[in-house]
T-cell receptor, first 114, second 112 residues
Framework: DARVTQTPRHKVTEMGQEVTMRCQPI?????VFWYRQTMMQGLELLAY????????DSGMPKDRFSAEMPDATLATLKIQPSEPRDSAVYFC????????????FGPGTRLLVL | QKEVEQNSGPLSVPEGAIASLNCTYS??????FFWYRQYSGKSPELIMS????GDKEDGRFTAQLNKASQYVSLLIRDSQPSDSATYLC????????????FGRGTSLIVHP
């Protein structure tokens, strides 16, 4: 049963600390999306990769956030330094360019920054 | 700024009734439209996609699209308590590269 995996599932940290979230897309998928979900803003797109190349990161605060795909099986999202307003659920989703409508979401990382 | 608007609800319907969820969007060039279901504490799950004006049916779900009026809706027939969830409308961007904009979702409660 292929699925997107994300680690960690929960993270509590103090303001100013670095946070790294990891995502393993479904094997064979060539698109990866990072989203952030809060009650106030809903689901926001942070970054979009196609064939490991970043195509859109316009929704990501560049001063503290960074997203990479070091290889086809791993996507990372880093926050440095973290702030309380970064507290949210971060979802990774993967899919196929050929079937752009189908995104498979991972279980999410629940981040709390104190 | 591309916008997707949904009534946050909650929409409360009795078991067996038809639940009607609506969504409007601002990008007139959008060509792809999606409905996701998200249970509390879980991740979104795609349940319907629609690309052409009119209705598309899948089991108890019917998606309706009207591009001229820029709205898309989701009907759930014979609503069940297990349908209680938040329903997210997503609209694909115009211009070729699919990047969705999500609405904030409508909370649906189906009571026995």
């Amino acid at each position: 049963d292929a699925r997107v995996t994300q680690t960690p599932r929960h993270k509590v940290t103090e303001m100013g600390q670095e946070v790294t979230m990891r995502c393993q897309p479904i094997l064979g998928h060539n698109t990866v999306f990072w989203y952030r979900q809060t009650m106030m803003q809903g689901l926001e797109l942070l970054a979009y990769f196609r064939n490991r190349a970043p195509l859109d990161d316009s929704g990501m605060p560049k001063d503290r956030f960074s997203a990479e795909m070091p290889d086809a099986t791993l996507a990372t999202l880093k926050i440095q330094p973290s702030e309380p307003r970064d507290s949210a659920v971060y979802f990774c989703a993967s899919g196929l360019v050929q079937k752009q409508e189908t995104q498979y979401f991972g279980p999410g990382t629940r981040l709390l920054v104190l | 700024q591309k916008e997707v608007e949904q009534n946050s609800g909650p929409l409360s319907v009795p078991e067996g009734a038809i639940a009607s969820l609506n969504c409007t969007y601002s990008d007139r060039g959008s060509q792809s439209f999606f409905w996701y279901r998200q249970y509390s504490g879980k991740s979104p799950e795609l349940i319907m996609s629609i690309y052409s004006n009119g209705d598309k049916e899948d089991g108890r779900f019917t998606a309706q699209l009207n591009k001229a009026s820029q709205y898309v809706s989701l009907l759930i027939r014979d609503s069940q308590p297990s349908d209680s969830a938040t329903y997210l409308c997503a609209v694909g961007s115009s211009g070729g590269s699919y990047i969705p904009t999500f609405g904030r979702g409508t909370s649906l409660i189906v009571h026995p």
